[in-house]
């Protein structure tokens, strides 16, 4: 029985032939050329100006946070469903989480919801374009105009998404995407910040380098800062990916098509579709069981996983999580959170491996 694995990338001979490359060439005075590249591209794929390569995205968002100014005593919101790693981010500037409900239709922030959690102490918005789904950012930048509040966003999973071309992760005041293993375009490891305003970048770059600014002397820092870069290695891999960010959209999207082509007619699982005022890069291809539960959701996942299919449960609310815990009211998080199923979608999945994973699926659920 074929292995089904759950994501990872697309590698052609482009990808070896560059790491072999930047091994080779990417030290002496070759050692920021892959850095410059991959900024290059991104300034062009993403239409934006300031391009900071991180060494993860949770990196880039601890970062995008500072710039802002997000401290202690602060409220930021972000969504109820999301990896630990944004409210981790948050926690790390000693502000605090304020958790909203999402729109189980597309697993987005609900722009519906935000305003109620606005107080005298928010400072930010933080969204997150789910598992791929751009978030609603005329309604939340109406709100975050409104009350005067930063809007950071979480692209970590979203390169290639975009709402009537304008790219995810360029509608805020920072952007932050990841090239983690499992990402759309990966470099093994990484992440990278992305701003319009050239005083966040310069702040940003600085708090990435110790703060070193040879004021005084050579090596001198001026700050308690961070080493937060990307290393020329992974940048290599990140550049030839995003190069290819059109493909390899082309290629979720494929996926994406399939599946819902063999479960469109199941009465009890909703395939999660882009919604409709995006285009999204499919990253992660979700499906939610109606009429249904936990305990249901798990055993189907386990049932896969026997037949050598590794699907992932939902995130849990992070709410839940001790460091982050309060009531929360976010029903239709929670729900999600037990009863949705990240569905595989590695680039090398053929129509056939599909069929196979929505007829055992079909044995379970109708
Ligand atoms: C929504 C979201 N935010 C943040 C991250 C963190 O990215 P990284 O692992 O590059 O720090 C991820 C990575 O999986 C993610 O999915």
Not at 86 to 104: E, H, N, R
Request: charged share 25%; glycine share 6%; proline share 4%.
């Amino acid at each position: 029985m074929k292995k089904i694995f759950f994501g990872g990338p697309s590698i052609t001979n482009a990808e070896i032939n560059i790491v072999k490359d930047s091994v080779k060439n990417g030290f002496y005075e070759g050692m920021s050329i892959y850095l410059e590249k991959l900024i290059r591209q991104l300034n062009k794929t993403l239409k934006s100006k300031y391009i900071l390569p991180t060494f993860t995205c949770t990196h880039s968002m601890h970062l995008a946070l500072l710039s802002c100014g997000i401290k202690k005593g602060d409220e930021v919101i972000l969504p109820e469903i999301s990896w630990v790693a944004t409210a981790q981010s948050i926690a790390y500037t000693g502000a605090k989480c304020i958790f909203v409900d999402i729109d189980p239709t597309n697993l987005c922030i609900d722009p519906k919801k935000i305003e109620d959690s606005v107080t005298s102490k928010t400072k930010a918005i933080m969204v997150v374009h789910a598992f791929g789904h751009p978030c609603n950012m005329k309604e939340i930048k109406k709100i975050s105009k409104k009350y005067g509040l930063y809007l950071i966003e979480d692209a970590a999973p979203s390169l290639g998404s975009n709402i009537n071309g304008k790219m995810t992760g360029t509608f805020g005041d920072v952007g932050c995407f990841s090239f983690q293993g499992s990402k759309i375009a990966t470099g093994n490891e990484g992440g990278v910040l992305v701003t319009k305003s050239k005083e966040k970048y310069d702040f940003a770059k600085l708090y990435s380098i110790l703060g070193r600014t040879d004021s005084k002397k050579p090596f001198w820092s001026d700050h308690i800062a961070y080493r937060y870069g990307m290393s020329n290695l992974n940048a290599a891999l990140a550049y030839v990916q995003v190069k290819r960010i059109k493909e390899l959209v082309k290629i979720k999207r494929k996926i994406a098509e399939t599946y819902i082509r063999y479960l469109k007619n199941l009465n009890n699982v909703k395939f999660i579709y882009e919604p409709k005022y995006g285009y999204s890069n499919y990253a992660y291809p979700n499906i939610t069981l109606e009429n249904s539960n936990k305990e249901k959701r798990d055993i189907l996942i386990r049932k896969l996983s026997s037949k050598k299919i590794y699907c992932r449960a939902m995130f849990p609310a992070t709410s839940e999580m001790p460091m982050f815990k309060t009531q929360s009211k976010n029903i239709n998080s929670f729900y999600v959170s037990d009863n949705s199923i990240t569905l595989p979608s590695p680039p090398n999945l053929k129509i056939k491996d599909i069929k196979r994973i929505c007829d055992e699926i079909k044995k379970y659920v109708d």
